[in-house]
């Protein structure tokens, strides 16, 4: 029982000061790469003419050169989602999601092991109504302006 309670007592102060080393610590410093998901596409997005290269394109095309790379492999990955629904047959409405989520390791004192989960670390997004026929340039506009967003986050949070 002492071991056992000795044990949690160093974890709590691992984790304290811990915390207090990176309390100061934004939530994007230090990213350097990031590893780019797009989920599949239904078939609303599609009559609606959008296209998961073109997302990829807008929304990378709103982070200048310098700043975050992408990469194959990084520990930090950008999540996007767009769901879309078509009503009175010729309007197209998206909710875009694109989240930042990192990869880390963490001691579970209950169970005794380190395991893995991921951490949200940023979110942009929101919804985009419009007709058919102009539904591909709004969404990807907005995705380009959530690029520039995580940039914007991105290079105050190195400073």
């Known amino acids: 029982m002492v071991k056992f309670v000795s ?3 160093f974890f709590l102060g691992v984790l304290i000061a811990g915390f207090s080393l990176s309390a100061n610590a934004r939530p994007l410093t230090g990213v350097q790469d990031i590893k780019l998901n ?3 596409l239904g078939h609303y997005s599609k ?3 959008l296209s998961r290269e073109a997302f990829e394109r807008a ?3 709103g982070i200048p050169e310098g700043g975050i790379r992408l990469s194959n492999s990084s520990s930090y990955w950008l999540h996007t989602r767009v769901t879309t629904v078509i009503f009175e047959k010729t ?3 998206s909710n875009v999601e694109v989240t930042l989520y990192a990869n880390t390791r963490y001691y579970n004192p209950a169970t005794q092991q380190e395991l893995s989960g991921r951490v949200e670390v940023w ?3 929101g919804l985009y109504s419009s007709v058919n026929d102009s539904h591909q340039v709004q969404v990807n506009s907005a995705l380009r302006k959530v ?3 995580l940039h914007e986050a991105w290079k105050k949070d190195q400073q």
């Open 38 to 40: 797009i989920s599949p």
């Open 123 to 125: 979110r942009a997004g």
């Open 59 to 61: 929304l990378l095309g």
């Open 91 to 93: 309007n197209c409405v």
């Open 147 to 149: 690029g520039r967003k």
């Open 7 to 9: 044990k949690i007592v």
């Open 47 to 49: 009559q609606c003419g």
